[in-house]
């Protein structure tokens, strides 16, 4: 027997236009014992993890050897992070555009390609990247949800973390996880 709300999402996720910024899902293939999603091919890392590999974290050398490290906000860092969560911003609001709320917005559920450097290609210039929107394994078209458990706790809004109504608006909610993920890029 398919699992139909998984069924309904693979439908959420089908009824997505293209769009350079989501994962397109081609076709999806159904049997009594399984759901098969045919998906675009998208070979990236996570932000923060793109975000430490491009631009690494570094010690400050009179702090002692337990203290963090930091990341430096350099220009072209800043750069990087406003392209990046420019695209992550795009994403989701092309999804709210048609009423579809992602509900676990994270930064693993995003993943950053490399696009090459500048039209120059020299290796001093900054990253061009593309982001992309993945897993809607928990989305939903419900302006008003009940589920207050979706979604991941650091991400997760407010209102759902800490069970302050019975229900909650999960437009509002991808918009609250993108302002956290943005703090932590």
Known sequence: MIDTSKHIQSSIHGALPIHPNIVT??????????????????????????????????RAGSL???TPPKVE????????????????????????????????????????????????????????VVVKLLDFSLATTAVDSTDLSCGSVPYMSYECRNNL?????????????LGIVLVNM
């Open 25 to 58: 899902l081609y076709s999806t293939l159904e049997t009594s014992s399984f759901q098969l999603l045919i998906l675009e091919y998208v070979h990236g890392l996570d932000p923060l993890s793109f975000l430490s590999k491009t631009y690494p974290y570094v």
């Open 64 to 66: 002692p050897v337990d």
């Open 165 to 177: 109504a019975s229900t909650y608006k999960p437009r509002a909610a991808d918009i609250w996880s």
């Open 73 to 128: 906000l350099s220009l072209p860092r800043t750069r990087l992070i406003a392209s990046i969560f420019t695209q992550m911003c795009d994403a989701v609001s092309q999804c709210h555009k048609i009423s579809v709320y992602h509900r676990d917005i994270k930064p693993q559920n995003f993943l950053v390609l490399d696009a090459g450097r500048g039209m120059n290609q020299d290796v001093s210039s900054e990253p061009r």
